[in-house]
């Protein structure tokens, strides 16, 4: 077989079969399916190879998998491919969302955006982090034995919204009442009725844009002074121009900041409950993370150069990215015909390179099933391989941010308490949108004492 990085991407090539595959039923195709089975594409792609099409919320759907694919992907210009999410999540995130625009403007907003995450504002968002961190954990410590999954969401959504939008106590606001319901309907099916996971969500919209708009007045009002812009995400967007010398409409700004709250929320849940979970599981990678933080005063700042010391730390969150990456592949649209692994994919089809797939590949990884820090010891990761944050033009925007809050949080749990997994609970994972412990991964949370542990 050629190797796929010899071909061109686009192709007027007719003969070239289609991707293998079934397309379920008319409309909704395979869509339940892909929600409730962990090992849908799996499957297919043992039954039909490396490539197949389906048909998902409504989208001819070609799934695709390997380092190869990825490379693929994430060469392709702008005009090649283009950026399709299912109609429930282009719908809920807005027209104006970075994740749905298009190019020339997706360029300019991203660049525009980067700015709320260049390393001087990690630097002041890193204290906000470890600020929330230590009041989240006495909380904990005085709940004892709870469900962890529930109270890192309110977590990671009260740190996006105090270092994103200024936002105290997020979780607790209305907005963060309605940004829940708004969560469960991005992959849904987009049908509009009071009952619907989708109708509801779409409701939820409209209550927070109404939300962000009190939030963006406010700030408005509070006028844009230099100290102001550099505070957060909702500064910098305020204070922008787009590419002909205009401010950014409300409208765009509401979505942009929603766009920010759920990347920055729905996935680092995932990722340090990953943490809390596999660390609990493997007891020796937990010691030798206690032996490493033992270095650090608990009560003491963090610094930047403190955590860029955590060497061990750093190879268990990588392992945990591979082994449970919170996105498990990002959608394309072919905005021409295309040509890859001996396949046509027609212009206007779906594209879906994975994550999750590539990084259980044996071909890629030792024994990819077995948690194992010690992967990391040495060499780069190669960007094809290990995509946790995706690649190309559409690689995450906040993930110096998600290393920040994944390392400080990570550093300060096994730096204070110790906790374990309360039996009899199911911790198989729903994964759908991001991976996460069924049972809300019950925990029972004690003080850390260095020479005894008090559970
Ligand atoms: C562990 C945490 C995170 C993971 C695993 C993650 C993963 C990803 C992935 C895989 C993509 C690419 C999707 C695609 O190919 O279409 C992405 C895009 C994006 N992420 Fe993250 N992310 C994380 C945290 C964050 C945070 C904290 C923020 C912001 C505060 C953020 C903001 C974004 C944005 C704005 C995009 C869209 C970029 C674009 O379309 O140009 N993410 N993320």
């Not at 297919?44 to 490539?51: E, L």
């Not at 977590?155 to 209305?174: H, K, M, N, Q, S």
């Not at 860029?308 to 449970?324: C, G, I, K, P």
């Amino acid at each position: 077989m050629t190797d796929p990085r010899d071909r061109t991407a686009t192709t007027d090539g007719p003969d070239l079969p289609l991707p293998p595959g079934s397309k379920g039923l008319p409309f909704i195709g395979e869509s339940f399916a892909f929600l409730r089975d962990p090992e849908f594409s799996r499957r297919r792609h043992d039954r039909y190879g490396p490539v197949f099409s389906t048909r998902l919320f409504g989208m001819e759907t070609v799934f695709l998998k390997g380092a190869e694919a990825n490379r693929f992907v994430f060469g392709q210009d702008s005009e090649t491919l283009g950026v399709q999410w299912p109609k429930s999540t282009e719908t809920l995130l807005g027209p104006a969302s970075l994740s749905t625009q298009h190019d020339p403007q997706h360029r300019q907003r991203r660049r525009l955006l980067s700015q709320a995450f260049q390393p001087r504002m990690l630097a002041l968002y890193g204290r906000g982090m470890d600020d929330l961190t230590r009041s989240y954990g006495d909380r904990w410590l005085g709940l004892g034995t709870f469900a962890w999954y529930p109270e890192l969401r309110n977590y990671t959504l009260d740190i996006a919204c105090r270092l994103l939008v200024g936002l105290e106590d997020g979780a607790a606001t209305p907005l963060g009442h309605w940004f829940e319901i708004w969560t469960q309907g991005l992959f849904s099916l987009p049908i509009n009725l009071p009952w619907t996971t989708f109708g509801r969500a779409l409701r939820a919209r409209k209550m927070l844009l109404a939300e962000l708009g009190t939030l963006i007045a406010a700030r408005r009002g509070e006028g844009l002074g230099d100290s102001a812009i550099a505070a957060d995400a909702l500064g910098v967007l305020l204070a922008a121009v787009d590419e002909v010398g205009n401010p950014l409409s409300d409208g765009e700004i509401a979505d942009q900041i929603l766009t920010l709250l759920f990347a920055g929320h729905e996935t680092l849940t995932s990722a340090i409950a990953s943490f809390c979970l596999l660390t609990a599981q493997h007891p020796a990678v937990l010691e030798r993370l206690r032996a490493e933080q033992d270095g650090f005063d608990p009560e003491a700042p963090l610094t930047m150069e403190d955590l860029r010391s955590m060497t061990y730390l750093d190879q268990v969150l990588q392992e945990v990215l591979r082994f449970l990456p919170p996105v498990g592949g990002g959608f394309r649209q072919a905005l021409k015909d295309l040509d890859y692994g001996g396949f046509r994919i027609p212009k206007g089809s779906a594209l879906l390179y994975q994550i999750n797939r590539t990084h259980e590949d044996p071909a890629l990884y030792a024994d990819p099933g077995t948690f194992d820090p010690d992967r990391w010891g040495g060499d780069r990761a190669n960007p094809n391989q290990y995509l946790p944050f995706g690649g190309g033009v559409r690689e995450c925007l906040g993930k110096e941010f998600a290393r920040l809050e994944m390392r400080i949080f990570a550093a300060r749990m096994v730096q204070r308490y110790v906790w374990e997994v309360v039996p009899d609970q199911d911790l198989s994972l729903v994964m759908v949108p991001t991976p996460r412990p069924r049972d809300g991964l019950r925990v029972r949370l004690g003080v850390r004492s260095r020479d005894r542990v008090l559970v």
